[in-house]
């Protein structure tokens, strides 16, 4: 058991180590990128306070590389001092060995969700606030404009809206024949988990060819995401809750609308510790395998081909499936699969 948690010490703490080193490497990227777009009102202190809050969203993206650099490392350190030839010489097998380098990642995994759930939509959300309050300009973060949603036969059309708050939204009823039955708008309202509750509306509607308009009517309209979800889910690049994701996915779904997307942002957060899984087993792999008694340095550089190779891949799976209308697991599992079968090869090699 000691020896054990020795093992995982190592290991983590190299990984620890990876973590501040690549962090601080995007941190100084990020401040450079920043002061390079400085402006009036927006300079140097500026720049490093908004890229303090970008890290975060940085340690939850980087997290499978930074776990392979920490296996590769860990293990290579314990390899170059001969302590895994003792520690197999005690008694600790190979697969044990592997699962143990294992732990660490898995676990910073887990707190990888419970960040992306938490801490870095917020982390963002202050970051993109800041920068726009230091050039002076209106934050608009949460602000959403233009926003089409089909709901069964209903369209809506959330012309603006700040946060959960609605400010202007109309909406058509279809019949199964696609004729219109119903028109709406609204100036108020506001978005809860119960739905979209709007004050103040004006609907009208056709009977008998004829229109009869009601004013002042509040009603809900039954969809459980937020504008904001809604608003952001066209682009991948924004930081979305796993929950939101999730029930972002359920409102699609039940509107007959394309959920590709949403599974993609959500399986790419909650399979996240599984990914850093298949990245750490396959570092695994090449310091028991053919990278046993090679320096640090070759470590590390076969370290960071592996893990660009792994997010390029990553980088480039997710929009092929969006656009030839492949399952999104693939795009996560594929990588993940490569990763662990590049382990597997180099293990049978010890």
Known sequence: MKLARYLMLRVSAATLVCAVV???LGFT???IDEVGNASPGYGFGQAVWFAVLSIPAAFVRDLPLIGLLGALTGLGSLAGTSELIAARAAGLSLARLVVLS???GFVAGLGAIAMSEWVVPLSDRAAASYKDNA?????NDQLVRGLWHRDGSRFVNLESAQNDQIRALRWFDFDTTAALVESGAAGQGVADEDGWTLDGARIANLVDQRIQVRTDVTLTLPIQVSPVSLYQAADAGVAQRPSDLLNLYRQLERAGLSTQRAQLGLYQ?????LLILALVFAGAGF???????SPIGTRLFIGVVVGLGFKLLQDIAGPVTLVYGFSPLLAVAIPGALAVALGAVNLRRT
């Open 29 to 31: 990227f990020e401040v």
């Open 22 to 24: 690549l962090l601080g």
């Open 102 to 104: 294992c732990v660490p």
């Open 269 to 273: 957060a909650l399979l996240l510790p």
């Open 135 to 139: 050039l002076g300009r209106a934050a």
């Open 287 to 293: 310091v028991l395998g053919p990278l046993r008694s």
